[in-house]
């Protein structure tokens, strides 16, 4: 038996992300790419670089040819668009959705950060997909929100911190950094590499990106209560990769910190807490891997946590197919398994 | 008059960028260069866009000759050895030190994190450097400490509001991003740009850089009372620029807190508070300028301000020249008046 | 006296770069911007980091308004767009054109590679701004055609050969390479940071660059005889920069090759031949300066010939600078005679 | 049946090169990684990214070890330093020699190029191992001598339109441009971020690069008559990639000539003509593939041939591991069938 996949946009950054990871998965087979700027193209016309190794013709979204083709959809369509593609999918197909349409559990705090939504039942049936935490209720589900990369990257460390209540649920900060990819393959001076390149600069500054109820609805869950945080993020000069440095309250020592974060992901393939030092998003670059540092500063009771991932991988299509095959009863690495690329 | 200048250890990249400076610097010329390295050679054959522009032959270290030829002289050599050589001149000529062997009031406190002073009566002698605050003081000085680059993007913004009292003096935090050319000329697989290139990454995390006690001592003047502060140094992978992000505690509004700062510098050429928006490096790249940015995040009491600098130039060589305007009553911004190099 | 100068096209690359020179050039000011679409901004409002610095209301285009305030007017626009708005001041106010519109003398010419030319009479009009080759014509010239960026890379280091008779006029091969700020600041995904960015290719390879023309046009001069060169452009992920390596046959050694080329520019402040060695593009940036390193191989009877160039400064506005200084018998560095940034 | 792999010199760039590769290879794993400066240590410790996924204790070189416990062994050594070693072992284990050792076949060339060589016998015993032009050979073959990342992308071009005789031998120039990851892990200014970044630099200008010899050796014997080349390599400030940008004197048309490679390369997995446009290097980042375009100018009867290849990976450690293949009789492509990293 092999999975029969559609992707849903496949020609952005997140969508070729999925086709290359899907590329190396064996036991899959990506049958349905939809596109409708380039309905009717070779996709090897719009990124050359699949000539010769991946060769799909570009369809226009057609929910009866995904019922009757496809096992599972990865939908790589912008927020605000994806639910309503989905809604006519939904229940015939298993469907991860890569934008925040079915993210937030509740629907106000939807519409306070993102605007009307379209089809709010969508809310109720999604389960949140980061893996190493959800595991068993994404096994069951039929519909999954894949998380944003600056959640997971904050997330990962923080969830077993909380659970375990070692450290302070106010004051928690997160500086996040980001690779451009994040930013979409859209056009706008952000981008260009004129402007973008040899420079460095924060945006969305204040209480104001799109990721903080996300972010806030897991740890809050986590905690038991409610956590507010403060999330600054910030563009690095370079195509992928995420870093979060993240301050929180702590009277744990370094040890008992570190054993905890350990000891969550002892089973987790992806997730590692480094000994000592500190990880560089090269490390992962590539990968569906997290790795975590943290120092205790015993002057000021806060730990400092690093945290990184690939933005592209494990902050999207990575996680996405790690879904996939917790959903289909995979080994969960599958097609997920390699070496960053280095140097 | 012209004002003869000495620079001591000019092969590096703020030797180097001293002499780009002070190539537009009217009223003054650079009379000797010394060199342990390349003593001897022409500049232009350790550096070569020199040739053509600007030739002088490196000379080894002579406190005679200095004595004789230079008004001032700028060390541009490594701590622990800067202040040797400085001993031997100081008194006779005015000295900038872009060193940090006369930034630390307390001799002790030098040796916790720097090790051994050989000549700590150098720490009473020196003004720290930081124009924009120390202008009257060391236009009296005949030897100035230039201020670290970290230390710099913090303390500008921080100096005017803790002065206030507008803002907590616990729980500072100040995650700060530094182009490479902050870890200088030497090699090392940090810098090689197959590692650094396309990555980032945190260093020194926790209570270990030591940047921190220079911050914390000017901090705690400016608030009358003892900070401390946490600080997490990062790697762009660029040359020039520094972004520093800080969070603060206050109860005061946004309006406030930038009226508090701009106003403080009302009269600064180079210190410049943004009404909207946030500064990215590329705005200051090859400036003197400081610009700031600040949102209050008025759910958690906390104030985000985000400073840039050329790590270079206001972090490093062009306060330096800023101190020597100063010093010798010229006008503050001479040699300093550039556009950054856009794009 | 100051000379009043007049930017068509502002806010584009070239025009930042004008203002940027502009600022250190002593006895003129800019007293007219345009831009179409920012028409009635200030210019900080479009460009922030000239906040401080430059202040401007950018205004429509107005001949009136031109020739009543302007000595001296230097046109961004591209090509096809700039001669009818030259055609509307020309004769009342100097102008100096960065376009195409009028480098080449031939209108056949212009036609096949540009398409119609509004404005045919201005190609009689103008002198072709190579500054070292066209010094005297310039100093007469009401209307100067600013040369491309490659030509000007290419240009220099052939002219004095092929004038004294030392290079074949057959056979010569010019593989370009290119900063992306030659592509300008509009949108498109070449300039992509994710997709321009650690990557490098060739573009409009064989017989299709625009730039072939007038290379062609000036080579054929130099030599008295019809020169057809290979030119094959490609881009650097770098935002300024221009090498071109040049492959002309030969039967002259070394020596006399340089010597030729160094003879030519010895009263030149911004061309210079390296004695041994070859430059790097980061050697001139921000700098109008032109360096040219040469090997000769005697066993295939070639000369290999490396030339470096800001393509933004030499490459455009310096050089647009430069005119301007030599149209008004100012010294001809004036407001050019800047170092490198470097690092 | 498992192959066991040995690589000498494993914590190089091709040594992790390889070692990424392999991870993905079914049917092999590498048993022995040599490291001098590293002995004893675990792999994770010099190189951080591997922790977690592959795990082995550097040894110092043992050829008694390499011969019980290893297949074949890879040697990622320094030529020079290389052919000693392989001596020890050659016979008893396969080997593929990544250095350039054993690429020549006449002694003298080697040592007009390269000094002595203390082990001439290697050069009658090993086998070119261009993969797509040798592949009989080194399938029988127990020493292959991997080709250079320059002539492997110079060579794969040309070597059909030699054979068939298209294109004239005298004349042909190569301007090739490198990532810096060529280059190696040794530190250097010339590797230095600060200094290669936002740069672009020719080296090696005239006849003195090493590879020359070795792509002479191979156009000859395609062409039956002595070739020699023009070759200019360049360093892009990027890390993986390299772009070789051929011209050649031809009478033959665009269609004949693309045919033609096409058609040698027609049941070949990794080597691929476009039928229009060029290739950039992120086309083919971290893929063992070379795409190559192609245009004629028939003004200049010249053809102009773009080619593009990861340095690492066709150009070094990915061609190692399809010579293997080929040695083993596996299928060609295991373990090299990936997409590239795009963005």
Partial sequence: ??????????????????????????????????????????IAGVLPFFKGTFDITLEDFD??????????????????????????IAGDVKVIDLSADARLHDLDTYKAWYGDHGFPELLDKAVYGLCEVYREEIGQASLVANPGCYPTSILL?????????????????ADSKSGVSGAGRGLSLKTHICEAGESFSAYKVGRSHRHI??????LTKAAGK???????????????????????????????????????????????????????TKDVRGTNNCLIG???????????????????????????????NI?????????????????
Same sequence: chains 1, 2, 3, 4.
């Fill in 226 to 280: 409610t956590v507010e945080i403060e999330f600054t993020p910030h563009l690095i000069p370079i195509t992928r990769g995420m870093l979060s440095t993240i301050y929180v309250d702590t009277h744990a020592d370094e040890a008992t910190l570190k054993a905890c974060v350990s000891s969550y992901y002892k089973d987790a393939r992806f997730v590692h807490v480094l000994e000592e030092d500190f990880p560089s």
């Fill in 1 to 42: 038996m092999s999975i029969s996949i559609g992707i849903l946009g496949a020609t952005g950054y997140t969508g070729a992300e999925l086709i290359r990871l899907l590329h190396g998965h064996e036991g899959s087979s990506v049958t349905y790419c939809s596109s409708r700027q380039y309905n009717g193209k070779n």
């Fill in 294 to 324: 943290l120092a205790k500063n015993d002057r000021t009771n806060r730990a400092v946590i690093v945290s990184v991932i690939d933005n592209l991988t494990k902050g999207a299509s990575g996680q996405a197919v790690q879904s996939m």
């Fill in 63 to 88: 929910p009866d040819a995904i019922k009757s083709r496809c096992d599972v959809v990865f939908s790589c369509l912008p927020h605000g668009t994806s639910a309503g593609f989905i809604s006519r």
């Fill in 157 to 173: 460390p923080l969830i077993p911190l909380l659970k375990q209540g070692l450290i302070g649920t106010a004051g928690i900060i």
């Fill in 213 to 218: 109820p996300e972010i806030e609805q897991e």
């Fill in 327 to 343: 959903m289909f009863g995979l080994p969960e690495s599958r097609g997920l398994d390699s070496l960053p690329l280095f140097p």
